[in-house]
């Protein structure tokens, strides 16, 4: 579904919901990253894109004046509410803790709301590495911007959703997800300077490439521990190596530090400098449509990922050999994991001519390796969070 249809479908949904039309609609998009992984929590650059995948809320004031805020999701049976006179916490379900950070924010900041009926649908796969998260996250402030009428800076709303999944959905995410859901730009990747916040619109419009995604629909939870654990071993190369983040070490410089971490630690900032140097040159290639030199440090990322960072899994490994197979005589120019990874899927860039075919062999491929259905698909750079009811 595109977003008017979308629009469309939650209005009639929430009808059927509260018995009455909804007042406001707003929605955020997923976001495939192209390269820069597990970078943005090191001060590092990604390379992100949002993508035709959106969770969409519709809301309006409750009938009854109280101070209630009743979230509702199409895809869960029970409802998740905010009662807006006592202290928000984490509670379940564990689903409603990405909209309740969202309110926080928004009463942090001084904000006044009222109560509220939401309904919300996502067409995000949950799971998949596409960041369902984040556009829950960013699609709430987004509502709320609309139902209180204070717009808040594109920039901080993406810290607003960060924090609430820090706070209210124990993750210590970094930045990446929550930007690029609140100011993708459609028709350009975003080349976004973790440190600094700030960005570089990347066009991608050569129509002779594509990008595709493909979901292992192999689940991953990154509230698991792995995640954290990543960022902690990455926190200690840098304080052991005596800088401030590991943004701030080239690859040189770390070989010759080598002896100040333990193996493991070594191999973990091996991937987070390496990665932070293929990213910036992917972003050239881009720039440039040099889609071979692009691709290939597509492939170095996935090997980083898996080897120095292990965070993995065999059905992406797996997806990852499959494109490798099919390799550039077949309109292959790259692919690796996207996201944080322990399943999830991975992104391939891809002949446009070559689209329809390439799916089809992952996707016989993936089934006879594995035994397990890939949902493979294709998505143009898509605009970020938006207003579209008000
Ligand atoms: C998750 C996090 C992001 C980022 C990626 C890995 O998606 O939410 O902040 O760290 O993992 O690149």
């Given amino acids: ?46 390379v992100p894109m949002a993508i035709e995948f959106y969770t969409i809320m519709a809301a309006d004031q409750r009938a009854d004046g109280k101070g209630i805020i009743t979230f509702r999701s199409t895809s869960q049976p029970d409802a998740a509410t905010v009662n807006l006179s006592q202290l928000l916490k ?5 689903w409603g803790n990405y909209p309740r950070g969202g309110v926080a924010g928004f009463l942090a900041r001084g904000v006044k709301l009222g109560g509220l009926d939401v309904l919300l649908h996502s067409t995000v796969p949950l799971g998949s590495g596409l960041s369902s998260s984040a556009a829950l996250e960013v699609a709430t402030a987004t ?14 709303k993406a810290l607003l959703a960060q924090k609430a999944e820090h706070d ?17 730009r459609e028709g350009h990747l975003l080349l976004l300077d973790c440190r600094t916040h700030k960005t570089k619109l990347v066009p991608m419009s050569d129509p002779s490439v594509a990008l595709i995604i493909i979901n292992t629909n192999v689940k991953h939870e990154l509230s698991g521990g792995e995640y954290a654990e990543r960022r902690a071993q990455c926190e200690e190369a840098a304080r052991n190596l005596g800088v401030k983040s590991l943004r701030d070490m080239t690859a040189d410089q770390l070989d010759k ?30 720039r440039a449509s040099s889609w071979p030199s692009v691709g290939n440090l597509m492939y170095a990322s996935h090997t980083s990922l898996r080897d120095d960072y292990e965070v993995s899994c065999a059905e992406l490994d797996i997806v990852v050999e499959i494109a490798e197979d099919i390799g550039y005589k077949d309109g292959i120019y790259g692919c690796r994991m996207t996201g944080g990874g322990f399943g999830g899927g991975c992104v391939a860039l891809v002949k446009t001519d070559c689209v329809d075919a390439i799916t089809k062999k992952i996707a016989a491929d993936y089934k006879t390796k594995t035994g397990i259905e890939a949902s493979i698909f294709v998505s143009r750079p898509a605009a970020g969070a938006t207003i579209l009811q008000n």
């Fill in 1 to 46: 579904m595109n977003l008017k249809e979308l629009t469309a479908f939650i209005a009639a949904e929430f009808r059927k919901t509260y018995g009455r039309a909804p007042r406001w609609i707003a929605a955020a998009p997923g976001r495939v990253n192209i390269i820069g992984e597990h970078t943005d929590y090191n001060d590092g650059f990604v």
């Fill in 143 to 156: 509502l709320l911007e609309a139902v209180t009428s204070k717009t808040i800076d594109p920039v901080e």
């Fill in 257 to 286: 530090n080598k002896g100040k971490l333990s193996e493991l630690v070594y191999r973990r900032a091996r991937h987070v400098i390496g990665e932070i140097e293929r990213t910036l040159h992917a972003a050239e290639g881009i």
């Fill in 168 to 184: 209210f959905a124990g993750v210590p995410c970094g930045i990446m997800d929550q930007f690029i859901s609140a100011l993708g």
């Fill in 90 to 94: 984490p509670a379940a379900p564990k």
